[in-house]
Every structure is written in C-alpha cells, then in structure tokens.
C-alpha cells in the first residue's frame, strides 16, 4: 500500500435523500456503519468520494464505538465536489495533532500528498471546486483595454514596488498588457479563492463597504431619477444622517434583477430587498445619537485619533518643529512651518520646551505619506492637502488640538519644498469656520491612510501570504495549523472582494 495504512472496507451512504427538499441550506445529520477490526489500531484518517452531481459540506464525521477507543471526531469543515472534480482522494484527518517528526507512519504518506495536492501544480484557471493555494502578484488592478490612463503597475515581485504576495486565480493574461490579469467583469464577485476560504456566513462589518461600491456602480441611474443631480456627494448633513434614518429606498425593478445575477445571495438577503425595507440603513453612531453636532467639537476631534478608526499613527512628538524624512534633494524642504507661537497660547501655561521634555506633544503626521501624491490627486476632481496635526496632553488625561497645518507641493516643481499653512482652534465667525474645515482635510487624510495603509496593507494583505504559507507548507494535523486557522477564517475572500 506503499507505505500507507491500512484501509478498512468501504461503506456506502444510504438513505441519503430526504423526504422534503428545503429552500435554504440546513444542517442534516446522517448515520453509517463501518466495519472495523480493533487489530487495525484506532483510524487516524479517512477517505470519502461524492459520486453525487452536487458539491456539500462536510462539517464533522464521528466515530462511535470505536474498538479499543470508543468515541473518535473528525471535524472536517470542507467542501466536498463530486469525484469527476479531483485527481485525488479527499482525505480528512482525526482532531489529533503531530510535529512533522511525530506523524505515525501510516499517515505519513497521505499527510504529504495532501500538501502536494494544496500547492497546484502552477498551471490553469482555477476553480470553484479546487483546493490550490498559491502565489500571484498584485497584477490585475488596472484596466488597459480603456486606455494608458486606465493602466496600473504590478504591485509585488520587483525592488521599485515591493508588496505582499495574493492569492492566484490562474485567469488568463490580459490581451494588451502580457504582465497583468485579466479582470472579472465590475459586478461579478465571484472571484477565486479555495472554497473552504468563501464566506459561510457575511462578515457583514468588513463585507458591507465592498457591497455598497459594487451596488452603487448600477444604482446612480435610479438615485438620479429620484431627482439627486449631484449623485457622487453628499448635498448636505441630513444627506448623511438619512443613512442612518432612513437608508436608501429602491425601486423594484429590472435594476435590482441585474444586481440579483451578478452578485452572490449572502449580499443580496442583506442589502437588496423588495420587501418594503430600505437598503443601507446604517445603525446610528454613539457619538452623534444624543447630540448631532458633537462631532465638530475639538474634543472629539482629538478622541477619535486614539478611539477612531485609525488609532495606530498618533505618536510622541520628538523634536519641535516636526521634521520631514522626505528626500530633500527629490522634495526640497518638507520641515514643518508650525512655530511655539502658534501653539504656545493654548499649551495651558506651558512653554514648547516645556511640553517636549515632558512628553505632552503628541502629532498625528500624514505629511510625508501624502505629499508625493499630492499633485496628482488634486488634478482631478477632488481636492486634498498633506496634514500634521499637534495635540497637547492635558493634565486630565484628554488631547486638545493646539495646530493643524496643510501642505501643498510647491507651484514650481516639487524640489521647491512645501506651501504650507497653520491654522489653530476658534470657534466664531469666519476664523471658527476655516478651523472646522482644517479638522476636515486632517481626518480625510487619517481615514484614507487608515483604509488603504493601517487596514488594507497592514492588516490584510499582509496577513494573506502567511494565509497561503500555512496551507501549502503546514498540514492540518500541525498543532501550529489548528493554533492559526481560527484567525485566518474568511480572510481571502475579503481580500479577494477588496
């Protein structure tokens, strides 16, 4: 048996068709009798095949009665296509767990050709029904059959644009650009990821933002006809506070049929629904649920560098006026032009020096990140600025703002340093008005770094290449396999829909 264990004889499912057919997916528990000799050892794996036509889920497999043992589980949570789909057997192994060294040696074998069947072989699309872990580069992201405008660089792979590897589809190679993916069509979401890594339930929270950009692409004809001429912003706060209100009432008609074809059930039970029920509705925020301005206060403003979404950049201040790492000899002079005169009046008594050597600067520095792109973002149509904002820690234990100052790259070229400008808190008037702007272009700058550095880069992608790692090098029954597994959970499919 080549160094395999022994197998016991095979057994079939019957009465396996039940006598109704639900409309949902349910949970259904099946019983079968193996025949099993105690001088074969206690099973550490065993073997199954679908002949049916469909694909089901194989949560668990228990073993009662065992000779010698008693009571044996497999949990198997894994998909199961039918035979035609693998070259291989689909194998599932007991909840023990063994060092690579520890392996009996009648699993050995099936251990080691279960990680061979993970890894693929490099070759072909991929599919549903296949269980291929392996690498690709960040290579589909443009689009350059609209144009050079619509093209994008390979992210991954060379020393000018390093990143983590993902997950590979297999899709064949974009016609006008060989090093690029061809891309799935805006609304289809079905993109590769192995099937055991697909949602079983939304990750609503993470899952709704992909939703309402895939919904938003066919919805703007009927937002337009509800009488909303400027459909890609806000008109207004209470535009704002309907999603929380009142959410987007949709008509029922060939719109939502087209939605319905393309994206997958689980987003459409949550979002798209024809029963009366409004689409996004958002629960209302805690901050604003008593008070609907407490947003502008400068308090809150500082609090939710610590206890917003991005909480991970605000660092100790450690040299005064901040200073730029960026390449003077590419950016010319980036320094900050914050002075103790704009800040000291509002320190509390406090002197500038006073304050650094204490530890009670704080900054929240989006400038270096931002103001390479600079230019090219406000060539379109919207409008940004570089930031670095300075809070003071206050004796209570609360930040207060003391300046923000916005950063534009200078007219004559880059190597010329920044334009930049300080502004510090009011609250009347035209002064209180700019102010609330400044904390404006502060916190887009602070969200955005959030979504596409702090939570997509630095959390996700990065996690997805040890994703892929452990699958290919790390075998289910690997103590270290089953330590991480929990956490990787639905971890591609986000990532694949991001």
Known sequence: NGLRGKLGKPVYLEKWVTTKTPLTAEETKLDV???????????????????????????TLTLEDVPGHGRLQFVCNSWVYPAHRYNHHRVFFSNKTYLPCQTPEPLRKYREEELVNLRGNGKGKLNEWDRVYDYDYYNDLGMPERGVNFARPVLGGSPALPYPRRGKTGRKPHKKDPNTESRLSLLNLNIYVPRDERFNMVKFSDF?????????????????????????????????????EGGIKLPNNDTLKKIKDCLPWEMIKELVRNDG???MKFPMPAVIN?????????EEFARETLAGVNPVVISRLEEFPPASKLDPSVYGNQNSTITKEHIEMNMNGLTA?????????????????????????????TKTY?????????????????AIELSLPHSQGDSHGAVSKV????????????????????????????????????????????????????????????????????????????
């Open 353 to 381: 020096e006073e304050a650094l050597k204490g530890n009670k600067l704080f900054i929240l520095d989006h400038h270096d990140a931002l103001m390479p792109y600079i230019r090219r973002i406000n060539s379109t149509s």
């Open 33 to 59: 009798e193996f025949e099993w000799d105690e001088s074969m050892g206690v099973p550490g794996a065993f073997m199954i095949k679908n002949n049916h036509h469909s694909q089901f889920y194989l949560g």
């Open 290 to 298: 008593d008070n609907r301005s407490a947003w502008r206060t400068d």
């Open 277 to 279: 029920e409004r689409l």
């Open 386 to 402: 570089a930031t670095r904002t300075l809070f003071l820690l206050q004796d209570d234990g609360m930040l207060k703002p003391l």
């Open 208 to 244: 709704l933002a992909y939703a309402f950009k895939s919904l938003f692409q066919v919805l703007v004809p009927e937002i337009a006809a509800l009488g909303d001429k400027t459909i890609n912003e806000f008109d207004s706060f209470q535009d704002i506070l309907d999603l929380y």
């Open 423 to 498: 502004f510090t808190p009011a609250v009347d008037g035209i002064e209180g008005s700019i102010w609330q702007l400044a904390k404006a272009y502060a916190a887009v700058n602070d969200s955005g770094y959030h979504q596409l550095i702090s939570h997509w880069l630095k959390t996700h992608a990065v996690i997805e290449p040890f994703i892929i790692a452990s699958n290919r090098q790390l075998s289910v029954v690997h103590p270290i396999y089953k330590l991480l597994h929990p956490h990787f959970r639905d971890t591609m499919n986000i990532n694949a829909l991001a």
